[in-house]
């Protein structure tokens, strides 16, 4: 079983863990029924793509789990982390490029 590392500077744990991308992906349900390859496959997708979360800044992931898992607009992410929104955009647009490009490989 995976444990979740240690809180982000900001204070809280923003890393997202296994669950968080089954819940991501909106198949956590689906993937048993899944054929048996199929259901490998995109297991080792959504573990290349958690690797690929992990190995961001925690400002990264604290802007990807505010924007994805607590709702927040990309005004209220920059208000809270006392950034501009430009630059929440841009760490946000890393994020899913970063995702995407370990989904795709």
Known sequence: MDRLPPPSP???SHRVGWDCLM???GIAGLLEQLPLLKRWTMRRRLVRMRKALLALSPLHQSVFHMIRFEGMSVHQA???LRLPSRGVEKLLT???IALAEAARR
């Open 78 to 80: 920059a208000q809270q």
């Open 94 to 96: 890393e994020v899913i």
């Open 23 to 25: 819940k991501m992906q």
């Open 10 to 12: 900001l204070g809280r």
